[in-house]
């Protein structure tokens, strides 16, 4: 169909299975590590910082190597290379804080409602990214409405959960 994305891996449902993977590991990454670094001095603010770059690198890999491998870049994002760096810089920012957020929180007080809507947030992501030739890009549409939206749809079910555990069961 006209405007589809085509999937670079070569079907939809490998495309699924790669983000859905992907999110798996994305979304349990602050729990190996929390339990690897126990003994490090290492606190929650270090694990958000570099789990956020990370994902942020991840994600924007994913974006431009399905784009490096079919040569199907948005001529308007190449044709002016600060137009693509604003948007990189766009991207490592907010996909910096769709996974800095979840892992301070988790890595602070064991929340893991922000994880679930990580996974979420993953698979969408990559399953968008690793499609190309769309009619609109989706980097630029994700940078500027829907990674803000899932930033503070996260962090307000973050506060739900916060909520709940202590005020309702104690825990906290």
């Given at each position: 169909?006209?405007?589809?994305?085509?999937?670079?891996?070569?079907?939809?449902?490998?495309?699924?299975?790669?983000?859905?993977?992907?999110?798996?590991?994305?979304?349990?990454?602050?729990?190996?590590?929390?339990?690897?670094?126990?003994?490090?001095?290492?606190?929650?603010?270090?694990?958000?910082?570099?789990?956020?770059?990370?994902?942020?690198?991840?994600?924007?890999?994913?974006?431009?190597?399905?784009?490096?491998?079919?040569?199907?870049?948005?001529?308007?994002?190449?044709?002016?290379?600060?137009?693509?760096?604003?948007?990189?810089?766009?991207?490592?920012?907010?996909?910096?804080?769709?996974?800095?957020?979840?892992?301070?929180?988790?890595?602070?007080?064991?929340?893991?409602?922000?994880?679930?809507?990580?996974?979420?947030?993953?698979?969408?992501?990559?399953?968008?990214?690793?499609?190309?030739?769309?009619?609109?890009?989706?980097?630029?549409?994700y940078v500027l409405f829907f990674g803000p939206m899932v930033v503070l749809g996260s962090s307000v079910l973050?506060?739900?959960?916060?909520?709940?555990?202590?005020?309702?069961?104690?825990?906290?």
């Amino acid at each position: 169909m006209p405007g589809t994305p085509d999937p670079v891996l070569g079907s939809r449902l490998l495309t699924v299975a790669v983000a859905a993977l992907l999110g798996a590991a994305v979304a349990l990454a602050p729990v190996f590590l929390s339990f690897a670094l126990r003994e490090s001095r290492a606190g929650p603010t270090a694990l958000a910082v570099a789990g956020g770059l990370a994902y942020a690198l991840l994600c924007l890999g994913a974006w431009a190597g399905a784009r490096l491998a079919t040569d199907a870049f948005v001529s308007s994002m190449v044709a002016d290379p600060l137009t693509l760096v604003g948007w990189l810089l766009g991207g490592l920012v907010v996909f910096g804080a769709q996974a800095g957020i979840p892992y301070y929180l988790y890595a602070r007080w064991r929340l893991v409602v922000p994880l679930a809507a990580l996974f979420g947030a993953t698979v969408l992501v990559l399953f968008a990214f690793l499609g190309v030739r769309g009619e609109s890009d989706p980097l630029a549409l994700y940078v500027l409405f829907f990674g803000p939206m899932v930033v503070l749809g996260s962090s307000v079910l973050a506060l739900a959960e916060f909520g709940v555990r202590r005020y309702v069961l104690g825990w906290m």
